[in-house]
């Protein structure tokens, strides 16, 4: 089994309706029981900024999938909850990325562990830091709290309410 790290985010529709959808599904497809949601935190758009705020989770558990079928299953659950293609940077009805797979490190195709933006991204370490503070980044060498701590990304990222 491999403990990894994912973040979620929506900013369209019914954001904390999917993120929860998004969440049973990951635990039924993907994760043992083992899984955590982190709380679900209201964060500012990165990159085009002219769009409604975001809905932000961390999920944290171990799976037996290796971590292409975990990027195939993720990508299979944005699809089954509408997401449909914009530019990068734009608004989502979901979006699932893969943080930390274990200590694994890839950079093949559209799979790149660990995730290659997050050190700059408040909206994926805060909640991560949440629930998988002691977790090591391969490549930083340092814990997700530590990471939070260090971010240079200065946007807001407010807890609201629980997933759960």
Known sequence: MTATVLSLGANLGDRLAV????????????????????????????????????????????????????????????????????????????????????????????????HPCMLERRFALVPAAEIAPDFIHPVANKTLSELAALCPDKSEVRPICNLF
């Not at 969440?23 to 409604?52: C, D, H, K, N």
């Not at 990508?75 to 608004?91: A, D, T, V």
């Open 19 to 114: 993120l929860r959808r998004a969440a049973i599904m990951l635990r039924s497809m993907a994760f043992t029981s083992e899984m955590q949601a982190s709380s679900v935190y209201e964060t500012e758009p990165v990159g085009f900024r002219e769009q409604p705020p975001f809905f932000n989770i961390a999920i944290a558990g171990k799976t037996l999938l290796a971590s292409q079928e975990l990027l195939d299953v993720c990508k299979n659950i944005e699809q089954k909850l509408g997401r449909h293609e914009r530019p990068r940077w734009r608004e989502r009805e979901i979006d699932i990325d893969i943080l930390l797979y274990g200590d694994i490190v890839i950079a093949r195709g559209e799979l790149e562990l660990p």
